[in-house]
């Protein structure tokens, strides 16, 4: 059993940035790909962002591409999002997520956190 646990939200004006952590517990994290994707009031999940077991290979949503930066800290079992240049369409839940196996896919993973809010205002 693999669980999450996100972190970080929080309100920012729009121009600025935050970091979003996510922890990981299970046996082998060092192993798992893990990502990131959001969900706005009245709108489908949407995938931000991901990153392969060795924090080599790095994937993006459309959106996000240029202004977020994923990237992971094995021996802390975290994964972060760094978000620069914040807009207000980036408001919304930002939710942790992994399958448990090496390479990232978009289409996500069983496990997920319960999530964090980010709030961009403009």
């Known amino acids: 059993q693999v669980q999450v646990v996100e972190s970080g939200g929080g309100m920012v004006q729009s121009g600025g940035s935050l970091r979003l952590s996510c922890t990981a517990s299970g046996p082998s994290f060092d192993e798992y790909a893990m990502g990131w994707f959001r969900q706005a009031p009245g709108r489908e999940r949407e995938f931000v962002a991901g990153?392969?077991?060795?924090?080599?290979?790095?994937y993006y949503g459309d959106s996000v591409k240029g202004r977020f930066t994923i990237s992971r800290d094995s021996a802390k079992n975290t994964v972060f999002l760094h978000m620069n240049n914040l807009k207000s369409e980036d408001t919304a839940v930002y939710y942790c997520n992994t399958d448990g196996g090496p390479l990232w896919s978009e289409k996500g993973g069983i496990y997920w956190g319960r999530g964090t809010q980010v709030t961009v205002s403009s």
């Open positions: 990153i392969n077991w060795d924090g080599d290979t790095t």
